[in-house]
């Protein structure tokens, strides 16, 4: 048994290099390598894990496919090599097949679930300029270490999406060449928007910032005419350093990983006390009325891969929107095909639309706004009955 996170991550990375090895030589020994790849979840579906979730996808078509279907001997001899090391093969679709741990209990499964939730992070922090959900920042706020495993650009990122949340505009420097400032930040003020440059440092706790580091951005404050400048660091300060910001007064701001911690714990907090508002009877019991008035709104949106989906738009940023899914009526037909519509009358108790509120990213091309999550596309209800069909 093992005891240590990392190790078991390891492991579940071991496993993972052991499927795909069992895999590509088990297809190339028969002659059916072709038409086929092994792809990451995360990467798939762009769509946060779930706790025992596929650890790796076989997306094919063709011989590999026809094997696997009619469950022909070769597919018996797969299936028995991947039993030796945990794992059995699922089909997720018509094409796509899922690797999924045989013993749901076991140690890995949750240290799989950790390697996938990191991924998922890593990705929010690239897509968002301001996490509607506050999943990022909930995760840092509970995981300070992690500030370390991102590289210099992610960390940046993550420090603009914070300062985003809050309302502030932001604007990231080109990453390298920017002069000393990597990120500058407007606040909103009654005589005129109050300009932060911001110089951050992703050091190791063994890497403090010394003098020279903050004088500089110091000095840019000055040449710039900027109202203040911000030093954020995941290390810590020299002896003096802050001696030297003191004497700045309020134009020379330190931040350390213990502010970092704090401000991301700040942004989850109000980004969870923002969805349960959106989600409370008294915002979205309206809201639907004034749809349902309306005919047709933006804010409605249907999903159709399986059986029609119907979700209300909660809040939305530029790449990330937070939907929650509404109840609908079948309005014509059986249980095997039909149509269905949005039912708006949901009852004051909305507990658990909250319990349905899931978080989607956010694409918009041609003027039309699309949103993906739970692995669904969603887009605009354009008012009428949507059908569905088992038989297809």
């Known amino acids: 048994m093992m005891d240590n996170p990392m190790a078991l991550e390891a492991a579940v990375h071991q496993l993972i290099a052991q499927i ?17 790849c092994l792809v990451d979840p995360i990467s798939h579906y762009d769509d946060e894990p779930f706790i025992g979730g596929p650890l790796l996808l076989l997306c094919a078509e063709g011989a590999i496919n026809t094997v696997l279907e009619w469950d022909h001997k070769e597919a018996q001899e797969l ?16 094409c796509t097949s899922g690797f999924y741990f045989i013993d749901y209990e076991c140690e890995l499964v949750q240290a799989a679930y950790r390697v996938a939730r990191w991924k998922w992070i890593c990705r929010l922090v690239e ?32 420090i ?3 300062f985003s949340a809050r309302g502030w505009k932001t604007e990231l420097g080109p990453g390298s060449g920017d002069k000393g400032v990597d990120l500058r930040i407007w606040q909103r003020d009654p005589i005129g928007d109050l300009l932060t440059l911001v110089q951050v440092k992703r050091y190791a706790p063994n890497n403090p910032i010394g003098l020279e580091a903050v004088a500089a951005l110091s000095a840019h404050v000055d040449r710039h005419q900027a109202s203040r400048g911000l030093f954020i660091t995941s290390s810590r300060y020299l002896p003096g ?19 970092l911690t704090q401000w991301c714990e700040e942004s989850a907090q109000e980004m969870l006390m923002a969805r349960n508002r959106a989600a409370a009877a008294q915002e979205l019991v309206p809201l639907l009325r004034a749809i349902q008035n309306r005919g047709v709104d933006p804010r409605l949106v249907v999903g159709e891969r ?18 929650a899914r509404i109840p609908s009526i079948r309005t014509a037909g059986d249980v095997q095909a039909g149509q269905v519509m949005p039912v708006w009358d949901i009852g004051a108790d ?23 999550g739970q692995r669904t596309l969603f887009s605009t209800w354009n008012g009428l009955p949507v059908g569905f069909s088992h038989w297809d």
């Open 20 to 36: 795909t090895s069992i895999t590509t030589e088990w297809a190339t020994r028969h002659e059916i390598w072709y038409d086929a």
């Open 79 to 94: 299936r028995q090599e991947l039993e030796e090391v945990g794992v059995y093969l699922e089909f997720e679709d018509s």
């Open 306 to 323: 399986r059986y029609p989906c119907f979700c209300v738009v909660l809040r939305e940023s530029r790449t990330s929107a937070l939907l």
């Open 241 to 259: 350093v802050r001696d030297f910001a003191q004497k700045a007064g309020s134009r020379l701001v330190l931040a350390d990983s213990a502010n």
């Open 127 to 158: 897509a968002d300029t301001a996490d509607v959900s506050g999943d990022l920042y909930a995760h840092f706020a509970a995981n300070a270490q992690d500030f370390h495993r991102l590289g210099h650009r992610e960390f940046e990122t993550l």
């Open 350 to 372: 909305t507990s658990e639309h909250r319990e349905a509120v899931f978080r989607a990213t956010r694409s918009e091309q041609g003027g039309r706004v699309s949103y993906w």
């Open 160 to 162: 603009s999406s914070i």
